[in-house]
């Protein structure tokens, strides 16, 4: 927890003026609640006893300084809640920007194994709870604090005898306020999980929601989300129980408070022990030091709400991306295309089984190098150990010599280009999509990386051609059409090295054949590893391997393996 909350103090760090005078302002207007019931007091007493210096004229300048003293609360309290607010906003931001930053970094395992809702959830509402936090709390304790230690003061001043009365029953509140924080903490922590659940649910309903109607199977997806729903539900209901104790009974003890006053200040005025205007003054300020308790009670509802989220936060924090690059790691220059495999194997994690083993491949410059097999043999396992997607186990893989962990990861993946059967567009123009495969591209660029794939006459005859909103993930675009753009994007890039995961599988014949031919000229003396399933696209490859889960069973030209008459031939006989 000690770590937790120094990394939590330091996102004050940027805004530590602004910090400061919100602390400045919390401390005046709480001294500006503590001087009023004085100058009740003093008021009522002098009059009380007569005093004729304390005419109408006095009475309206200690009104006018009263005045004076709620504008300038006025202002201070302004400040708190707008300066303070946008110094939360500006917090919120940076650990927005941060938690996505550290997003980025973590490699595919991370998120083979995450729901993208949950996800969501660290980044949306943990951080507008934490954020919550990190304004109010610390002007929520300053006031509560000053507001007590000053009331306590000034209680003291006037009857040790009431004051004792008053705080009888602080410890025994304190202790039932400790024992209910735990299990609010706790309670807390699950509704995070929950909604974090039901973020999950709803993000992959709303993805496959085409997949849902077509199968007309919105009851079932009703009945999945009324599991999560219910569990939040639970959760909610749990927490409520808890704040709902915490609440009721810290309200009850202030009232416990105030009824002790009420019966000890009735004995002593009775026995001529405390003046009239004592015990008006006495009650003023017991609302004085009872509405900072109130403000502890709202903070320790915030603090567990907020920690609790900044708890999830951190979880993510922590997790150290497994592929990154190593000390010294020099950048991947002048690529030729040489790929070689050294005995390489690779499982997902310690207790998987292997899915490559001891492979041994070598890929010259400008080859084109088709990968079969049936499905799970590590096809595209293997591919995606070139750019480091995941490392492997064991062995290496070097591309022009190099081992690719001693490249950095930006150069790395900056000569690779990765088509693959499930395309993904962002949402956007079609322009933007393409210009993703070279962020400083020209529009010229653009068009002519589209040429290349086949793209443009498509994308002209669209309403506004190369600024058409495609919808989320190309919804409004055809599979071929979807296809086309990824190539352009890849053409735009212009890498050395290309690998095709089953590109053109979910195509038809017509919208294969086009998509095909931009592959063709894209692979165009570029090193090329196509992963396909249609082995009629594969017959002029350079080298085709065969691979199963024992590694790599056959090698050769597309004649040469049907000769053999071994896997391939048998693979190609269902095509």
């Not at 009650?283 to 907020?306: A, C, M, R, S, W």
């Not at 591209?441 to 669209?462: G, P, Q, R, W």
């Not at 590893?529 to 594969?538: D, F, P």
């Amino acid at each position: 927890m000690k770590e937790n909350l120094k990394k939590m103090a330091s996102f004050y760090k940027p805004y530590m003026g602004t910090f400061m005078l919100d602390m400045f302002f919390a401390f005046v207007a709480s001294g500006i609640a503590l001087v009023i019931p004085l100058t009740v007091r003093s008021i009522t007493s002098d009059l009380s006893k007569g005093n004729k210096s304390m005419n109408a004229e006095k009475i309206y300048m200690i009104g006018a300084i009263l005045v004076v003293l709620v504008f300038i609360q006025l202002f201070a309290n302004y400040y708190i809640s707008n300066f303070g607010h946008v110094m939360g906003a500006k917090i919120e931001y940076d650990m927005r920007a941060e938690i996505f930053n550290h997003y980025q970094k973590l490699s595919f395992s991370f998120y083979d194994d995450q729901k993208i809702g949950q996800l969501m959830s660290r980044i949306t509402n943990d951080l507008f709870d934490i954020t919550e936090l990190l304004h109010h709390g610390p002007e929520n304790i300053a006031i509560s604090f000053i507001k007590i230690i000053g009331a306590f003061i000034i209680l003291t001043s006037i009857s040790l005898k009431l004051t004792i009365a008053a705080f009888v029953l602080v410890p025994i509140m304190f202790i039932y306020a400790f024992i209910l924080n735990k299990k609010m903490k706790r309670a807390f922590k699950k509704n995070r999980v929950e909604i974090a659940e039901v973020n999950a649910r709803i993000e992959d309903n709303l993805s496959g929601i085409r997949v849902v109607k077509s199968y007309a199977n919105e009851d079932i997806e009703n009945e999945k989300f009324k599991i999560g729903n219910d569990g939040f539900l639970r959760a909610k209901k749990e927490s409520y129980k808890y704040m709902g104790l915490y609440h009721s009974g810290l309200t009850a003890f202030t009232m416990l408070i105030n009824i002790c006053v009420i019966v000890v200040g009735g004995v002593l005025m009775s026995n001529h022990k405390l003046a009239v205007a004592d015990f008006v003054a006495f009650l003023l300020y017991i609302n004085v030091f009872t509405d900072p308790i109130k403000t502890l009670i709202d903070f320790t509802e915030q603090f567990q709400n907020g920690y609790s989220g900044f708890e999830r936060f951190m979880e993510i924090l922590n997790i150290e991306p497994d592929i990154q690059d190593k000390e010294g790691a020099v950048e991947l220059e002048n690529v030729k295309g040489d790929i070689e495999f050294n005995d390489v194997s690779f499982k997902y994690n310690d207790n998987a089984h292997r899915v490559l083993r001891h492979i041994d491949l070598k890929i010259p410059q400008g080859q084109y190098l088709a990968i079969v097999g049936s499905s799970g043999g590590g096809k595209t396992t293997l591919c995606s150990l070139i750019p480091r997607f995941y490392e492997v186990t064991k062995g290496n893989i070097k591309i022009d010599g190099k081992d690719v962990r001693d490249v950095t990861l930006q150069s790395l993946r900056d000569n690779i280009g990765l088509v693959q059967q499930d395309v993904y567009l962002f949402s956007g123009t079609i322009f933007d999509n393409i210009k993703y495969g070279k962020p400083d591209a020209t529009y010229e660029e653009v068009v002519e990386a589209a040429k290349n794939a086949n793209a443009h006459d498509f994308i002209m005859s669209l309403p506004d051609g190369y600024n058409t909103d495609i919808g989320q993930r190309g919804v409004k675009l055809s599979g071929g059409q979807k296809q086309r753009l990824s190539i352009a994007r890849v053409f735009l890039k212009n890498p050395p090295i290309l690998i095709f995961d089953e590109a053109t599988s979910a195509l038809d014949n017509e919208s294969e054949s086009i998509v095909k031919e931009s592959l063709e000229k894209l692979a165009k003396n570029r090193t090329t590893l196509v992963i396909a399933h249609r082995l009629s696209t594969i017959k002029n490859a350079d080298k085709i391997i065969v691979l199963t889960e024992n590694g790599i069973e056959e090698t050769g030209t597309h004649e040469e393996l049907l000769a053999k008459n071994g896997i391939y031939k048998e693979l190609y006989s269902y095509t």
